[in-house]
């Protein structure tokens, strides 16, 4: 019997980690379903596969988010999913070029901690404005989950803290699903022509390549670090961009989004439970069959989700991913470059401007010390 209920508390740890990073995927998901076309089917299903596939390579739970960047750009003209996909695929192929020659890893080299934890910081604050604005849109219900989130957390701790909000979330959706119809969209495989690759490449690629290569490769392997220790022991400069890389290219071709791993998903999904790939597992073949058997109607059951509780669990995100710049909190250069990259990461709205801004302040830093100290000798 106690065998039994320590597999079902594992279980219900395994659930709420799970469903950690939602409150990324689903907004980002709905619009780019509704303002570029993209087909819900394709696009949840791509998501679960990549889910499910990096979870067995990296036997850890690993986020899958749509590329932020190049949504934003996409969502904001209007672009159609056909030159998002091309853009996604040119994306994937820049990431297996820059891993197979070990360009990823030399590249990785040149960020400090400094500039990795200003990284994580200002994303973290980029995450906790973005939740404000969700919450906002549905006040009460984020008061609620709040009380419930803070006292699962810092009450009654053995209570996974994702359970009774997801419980709370899937009532309240039940109400706001108009239609349920069976089955998928129908998929429609493509090459993208070249007009569509260059257009994919200039206006979208250009603008992610170095937030994706900052955030979604060196972030994520730092953090990973942090968060699993020896179980990251597959999260590389490599591993990490072939995995983006090899995913793109199949999304972009089944017509899906473009996606990465975040670590502010990785944060998110173990923060909320997530200590193995069992919960990969669980929210990848969930998206699986949100996409076979709902494909219809998955804008509708993803959008009756509240936006207050996506807002609380963003929330919670954010604040968890700025703390881990307390580990540089005595060395005061340190403080100094991570708070000029997050301070322009967020401010400007543009974590490339910010770390770039961040690499180069390292880099003027460390000449002037080094300058000082021929000077005394």
């Not at 500039?115 to 969700?134: P, Y």
């Not at 209570?159 to 039940?174: D, K, T």
């Not at 349920?180 to 493509?190: A, W």
Request: net charge positive; with cysteine; hydrophobic share 55%.
């Amino acid at each position: 019997m106690r065998v039994f209920s320590g597999k079902v508390k594992h279980f219900m740890w395994d659930l709420s980690g799970a469903f950690g990073d939602i409150g990324v995927l689903f907004p980002i998901a709905i619009a780019l379903i509704v303002k570029n076309g993209f087909n819900p089917t394709a696009l949840f299903l791509m998501a679960g596969l990549f889910y499910v596939a990096s979870a067995y390579y990296f036997k850890i739970t690993m986020p899958v988010q749509p590329l932020k960047a190049m949504s934003a750009i996409a969502i904001a003209t209007g672009l159609s999913s056909e030159v998002m996909a091309a853009g996604g695929i040119a994306m994937g192929i820049i990431l297996l070029v820059i891993a197979f020659t070990g360009l990823s890893v030399k590249l990785g080299g040149i960020f400090p901690a400094s500039v990795i934890r200003g990284i994580q910081l200002g994303l973290g604050m980029m995450l906790v404005k973005t939740s404000l604005n969700l919450m906002t849109d549905d006040i009460l219900i984020a008061a609620i989950v709040g009380i419930i989130l803070i006292a699962c957390v810092f009450v009654i701790k053995r209570i996974p803290p994702l359970i009774p909000v997801l419980i709370l979330g899937i009532v309240l959706s039940l109400k706001g699903i108009k239609t349920v119809s069976i089955g998928p969209v129908p998929l429609t495989p493509d090459m993208p022509g070249l007009d569509n690759l260059w257009v994919g490449l200039t206006l979208l690629v250009l603008p992610q390549i170095a937030l994706t290569f900052g955030n979604a490769i060196v972030a994520t392997e730092a953090t990973g670090r942090i968060l699993y220790s020896e179980r990251a022991k597959r999260l590389n400069l490599k591993s990490i961009p072939l995995s983006i890389g090899i995913a793109n290219i199949i999304s972009g071709v089944m017509g899906g989004a473009p996606m990465c791993h975040g670590c502010g998903g990785l944060t998110a999904h173990c923060k909320f439970g997530a200590t193995s790939e069992k919960s990969g597992y669980i929210i990848g073949f969930t998206l699986i069959a949100l996409a076979i058997l709902f494909g219809h109607s998955a804008l509708s059951v993803v959008s009756a989700f509240p936006k207050g509780i996506m807002g609380v669990l963003l929330f919670y995100v954010g604040v968890q991913h700025s703390l881990f710049i307390k580990d540089i909190l005595k060395d005061r250069t340190a403080i100094l470059i991570a708070s000029a990259t997050a301070g322009l990461g967020f401010l400007l709205n543009n974590l490339t401007i910010g770390f770039l801004a961040g690499i180069v302040i390292h880099h003027v830093l460390t000449g002037f010390a080094k300058t000082l100290n021929v000077l005394k000798n």
